[in-house]
């Protein structure tokens, strides 16, 4: 049993196309976080949010609490971002992550 | 992040052998986590800490254990090495639960 889902598990994509990758969770949350992942590299954190809408640059992240679902999206998609992408949660409870198992984005110039 | 590092980098040893994994903190943070990557895995919890000589056990902890003597250090020890032990191991900090993580770069370990 996995707490948190993502979708798809892998992504190609041309420069330039706009992406999306989903993240649906099946417990109470106080935040979702996106993470971002390079190969061979350290995970940063790219946005927490409770509610509604984030963007930063090309990214953006959007959250619907009620249905248990966040999107991160990446407009006018480059070759850089080529990386995995973890959707995580943290629960109202405890003092612990879920993550879900990250979606492989690459994109082709 | 400067704030955290984690030591070694790489590391490869033989199956039976005792191995010491640090994360070390300068941004002064109550929690840290120990975590493994695996393909197919998300990430995965081993161990955490919640203040000096308070830790508690995650998800994965069989076959580790950890110790918390001063705030800014957390050890991972691997008392006997296995090869399903065959990780990347991830710190990670944060001031609160709910707050952002700060993720260590990641220590490679290999059991041979």
């Known amino acids: 049993k996995n707490e948190v889902e993502q979708s798809p598990q892998n992504l190609t994509a041309q420069e330039g196309e706009f992406i999306t990758i989903n993240c649906s969770y099946s417990?109470?949350?106080?935040?979702l976080h996106w993470l971002q992942q390079h190969p061979g590299g350290g995970i940063v954190s790219l946005f927490m949010?409770?509610?509604g809408k984030k963007k930063h640059g090309r990214l953006i992240a959007t959250i619907n609490i009620q249905e248990k679902h966040s999107s991160l999206h990446i407009t006018a998609s480059h070759p850089r971002d080529s990386a995995v992408y973890i959707c995580a949660v943290s629960p109202n409870t405890g003092n612990q992550f879920y993550f879900g198992t990250g979606t492989s984005l690459t994109v082709i110039p | 992040d400067a704030g955290i590092t984690q030591s070694p980098r790489h590391k490869v040893t033989e199956t039976g052998t005792p191995v010491t994994l640090r994360c070390h903190q300068t941004?002064?943070?109550?929690?840290m986590y120990w975590y493994r990557q695996d393909p197919g895995h998300g990430l995965r919890l081993i161990h955490y800490s919640y203040g000096v000589k308070d830790t508690d056990k995650g998800e994965v902890s069989d076959g580790y254990s950890v110790s918390r003597s001063k705030t800014e250090d957390f050890l991972l020890t691997l008392e006997s090495a296995t090869s399903s032990q065959t990780s990347v191991y991830f710190c990670a900090i944060t001031a609160q639960g709910d707050y952002g993580y700060t993720f260590g770069s990641g220590t490679r370990l290999t059991v041979v």
């Open positions: 949010l409770s509610s």
């Open positions: 941004e002064n943070h109550r929690y």
């Open positions: 417990v109470g949350i106080s935040a």
